[in-house]
């Protein structure tokens, strides 16, 4: 039971790093574009590493079933990386809203 929890908390400290480095990468994408009234441009980062952690998700689970025998590892580290990653980005949304609220009161 202590590994699993052990494992689950590793996943929600996976998912928030996963998140932020992407919130960023595709913030700092966004203000280095050359165009930025353009709006027909491909789905931000955050939406790619959404996916990539999706797959990663997969492969977890056939790996675990392979070497370990259960899936039970995959699934505690696979919830914990959601939680983390949505945790993330809900906390990113939340300071986007906030700093838009401020700017918008500056001007």
């Known amino acids: 039971m202590q590994t699993d929890t ?12 996963i998140a932020l480095i992407g919130g960023a ?3 700092w994408l966004s203000r280095t574009h050359r165009n930025p ?13 959404a996916g990539a952690l999706g797959f990663a998700g997969l492969l977890a689970i056939i790996i675990s079933l392979i070497l370990i025998g259960s ?8 919830a914990g990386v959601l939680l983390g990653f ?16 401020i700017w918008s009161d500056a001007d």
Do not use: E, K, Q, W
Not at 6 to 17: D, E, K, T
């Open 6 to 17: 052990r494992l689950f908390f590793i996943g929600i400290g996976i998912g928030i790093a």
């Open 25 to 27: 990468v595709d913030y």
């Open 37 to 49: 009234r353009r709006t027909n441009h491909l789905p931000g980062c955050i939406m790619y590493v």
């Open 71 to 78: 899936v039970i590892p995959a699934i505690v580290l696979g």
């Open 86 to 101: 949505y945790s993330g980005f809900a906390l990113l949304l939340l300071l986007y809203l906030v700093a838009r609220r």
